[in-house]
């Protein structure tokens, strides 16, 4: 079964700073992934996604991730973090075919002054 | 294009009665998905209509059901409440191909005392 493992579950960072949230998965197949972040009492918003077209992913907000499959990570980056991204950051992957999303833990990501 | 759509937004339910959740999928779309979230499991896949059909289900008991109607509005059906349920549920529509972007919605806060 895929699954997906995402180191840190809170990230601290100054404003102005590089945001590093780290991503592994597990997957016999060339995987579809996706970072969603979720902001307190809403749901989940997509970042970005890997569907094999590129490994290099550019998002919204500033936000890209880096497909490595010798590593199998899909780590998220922002090279300069705002106030405004202080959220939770989930990284998935589809499992099972269709639409069956498997989510890591979640990033808690801070931002501070 | 109006985003999805949940109701109830918030529900406080008392153990062993049940609950039905309604979702309203963008327009166009004909796939929805169910996931609970909880701080302790994290987000986990309920399960996925499309076309009215179920197409993938998750691993929670037969106290949860859900359908989806001709429009593809779906609902999910929670029977016998328990504690444990005490979660916000989130549902996601997408046009329905595998790696296609889930557009989620703000979720229904379900509180069982």
């Known amino acids: 079964a895929q699954s997906v493992t995402q180191l840190g579950s809170h990230v601290s960072v100054s404003e102005g700073a590089l945001v590093l949230l780290r991503c592994n998965y597990s997957?016999?197949?060339?995987?579809?992934l996706f970072w969603y972040v979720q902001y307190p009492n809403q749901g989940l918003q997509l970042l970005l996604k890997?569907?094999?077209?590129?490994?290099l992913v550019k998002g919204i907000n500033g936000f890209e991730a880096e497909f490595k499959k010798s590593e199998t990570s899909f780590h998220l980056t922002k090279p300069s973090a705002h106030m405004s991204d202080a959220a939770e950051y989930f990284c998935?992957?589809?499992?099972?075919?269709?639409?069956?999303?498997?989510f890591g833990a979640g990033t808690r990501l801070a931002v501070h002054p | 294009k109006a985003g999805v759509t949940q109701t109830p937004r918030y529900l406080i339910k008392t153990r062993g009665q049940q609950v039905t959740l309604s979702c309203s999928p963008i327009?166009?779309?004909?796939?929805v998905s169910w996931y609970q979230q909880t701080p302790g499991q994290g987000l986990q896949f309920l399960f996925e209509?499309?076309?009215?059909?179920?197409?993938n289900k998750g691993n929670f008991p037969g106290r949860f059901s859900g359908r989806q109607f001709s429009n593809s509005r779906s609902e999910m059906n929670v029977s016998t409440l328990e504690l444990g349920d005490s979660a916000l549920y989130l549902c996601?529509?997408?046009?329905?191909?595998?790696?296609?972007?889930?557009?989620f919605g703000p979720g229904t806060r379900l509180t069982v005392l």
């Open positions: 996601a529509s997408s046009p329905g191909q595998v790696g296609d972007e889930q557009f």
């Open positions: 997957s016999s197949v060339p995987p579809y």
């Open positions: 890997y569907t094999s077209a590129a490994t």
């Open positions: 998935a992957v589809i499992s099972g075919g269709y639409n069956k999303l498997i």
């Open positions: 327009s166009g779309h004909r796939s």
């Open positions: 209509y499309f076309s009215e059909t179920q197409r």
